[in-house]
């Protein structure tokens, strides 16, 4: 069983910067696709970054410049750098990760397959 602790988030004003980290138990974690999630009141969750078992990055165009995904193997930990929030960057963000390892690389900042999920960490951007 995986399980994965999202921590990091808080409340700033636009332009400032926040490091989201994802602690993760269990094993292989370091092979699979790991990524981040956010979901808006009123909006569907959406894909933002992720990160595969060989350091291949994918991010959504909305935060592509901005935030940097990384993955600390030894530590099982995976963080999201995020620089120059937006008011539109609110909303909870979610870690998540497979329960097997898929050879397909993450597109559009989201893996092909999304088993296990974290509690979620709020992030609230204002103007």
């Known amino acids: 069983q995986v399980q994965l602790v999202e921590s990091g988030g808080g409340s700033v004003q636009a332009g400032g910067s926040l490091r989201l980290s994802c602690a993760a138990s269990?094993?292989?974690?370091?092979?699979?696709?790991m990524g981040w999630f956010r979901q808006a009141p009123g909006k569907e969750r959406e894909g933002v970054a992720a990160?595969?078992?060989?350091?291949?990055?994918s991010y959504a165009d909305s935060v592509k410049g901005r935030f940097t995904i990384s993955k600390d193997r030894l530590k099982n930990t995976l963080y999201l750098q995020m620089n120059d929030l937006k008011p539109e960057d609110t909303g909870m963000y979610f870690c998540?990760?497979?329960?097997?390892?898929?050879?397909?690389?993450?597109?559009?900042?989201?893996?092909?397959?999304?088993?296990?999920w974290g509690q979620g960490t709020q992030v609230t951007v204002s103007s």
């Open positions: 998540a990760t497979q329960s097997a390892y898929v050879a397909i690389r993450p597109v559009g900042g989201t893996c092909l397959r999304n088993d296990y």
């Open positions: 269990g094993n292989g974690i370091s092979t699979y696709c």
């Open positions: 990160i595969d078992g060989r350091g291949y990055t």
